[in-house]
């Protein structure tokens, strides 16, 4: 008989942070789940210390790859290992709540209108602080309205870690979206198949990066200046070619400042001093009390 729940874990070199995360899944109060580890041809520690977890806990599956399959591809490669109605993600360095399963599966068998769940989210900063995470907020509503409400702030987009319907989540997640931010298409595909809630209590804590950090491994994977300043090209092309949007519903306008706003963000990124300028601006926006 198969588990109620699979656990992704897309993993490569991950060692010096996996057992915390492993911790924290097999402490979950709802225990109907099976761990399958995708190790992606990891030149670390990891997958020594996944075993030795394995040996102790049944539930526990671990899958070596021989061939490195990318982020996108192992993160598709454990949704479709999973055989259970319901299916998240997990990161080698994030935590979760004890609470986290149980209660997201409560919001969705009480909604089935939902294709997923998360809870809030606290993210780590670099500097030590947290800061609250902001792509959790419920998705609700009418199909297209969800979608554009998504893509118009689609945020650090935790809603990927969310507790999904496996079937669902698979009819979201085709095998030829691999561009940058394809997991702002599996999101979007996902609000158009059904609606996304919200645990209101943080069950979960992602480690983050300033968008320095994001901006320079961006860099680094796009080899000319002009598929650094129009990255979002091909995602929302993709996001166009697989949504097909009827006019009026406000998705291209949503998609086209999506590639705007990181134009922008890239344009920081080249010319710091751009980052004080735009911080004076909206400081000078503010009404004074």
């Known amino acids: 008989m198969g588990h109620s729940v699979t656990i992704g874990m897309p993993i490569r070199n991950g060692g010096h942070q996996i057992k ?42 671990i899958v070596t790859q021989r061939d490195n399959l990318g982020i996108f591809g192992n993160f598709r490669f454990t949704l479709f290992q999973a055989n259970s109605p319901y299916f998240m993600w997990a990161c080698h360095d994030d935590r979760w709540a004890p609470e986290f399963i149980e209660k997201n599966l409560r919001m969705l068998e009480g909604n089935p209108r939902a294709i997923g769940s998360i809870s809030k989210v606290r993210l780590l900063l670099p500097d030590g602080s947290v800061a609250p995470a902001k792509g959790t907020a419920p998705l609700l509503g009418e199909p297209w309205e969800r979608v554009r409400v998504f893509l118009k702030r689609p945020s650090e987009a935790s809603r990927f870690y969310s507790l999904f319907r496996t079937d669902d989540l698979r009819a979201s997640f085709p095998e030829d979206i691999d561009v940058f931010g394809y997991d702002y298409v599996v999101l979007a595909l996902a609000a158009l198949r059904g609606e996304f809630l919200e645990v209101d209590e943080v069950l979960m804590e992602r480690e983050a990066h300033d968008y320095l950090y994001y901006q320079k491994h961006f860099v680094a994977r796009r080899p000319t200046p002009m598929k650094r300043w129009f990255a979002m090209r091909d995602l929302t092309a993709k996001i166009s070619e697989k949504l097909r949007p009827p006019y009026g519903v406000g998705v ?5 400042m999506l590639q705007v706003r990181h134009a922008a963000q890239y344009a920081i990124y080249r010319f710091p001093p751009l980052l004080d300028a735009s911080r004076a601006i909206g400081r000078s926006a503010r009404p004074r009390s």
């Not at 291209?252 to 086209?256: D, E, G, S, V, Y």
Request: charged residues 30%.
């Open 252 to 256: 291209r306008r949503a998609l086209f």
């Open 20 to 61: 915390v995360a492993l911790e924290s899944l097999l402490n979950q109060t709802f225990a109907d789940f099976q761990i399958i580890i995708s190790d992606n041809c990891s030149t670390d520690d990891t997958v020594e210390i996944c075993r030795k977890f394995a040996e102790n806990d049944s539930r526990i599956r």
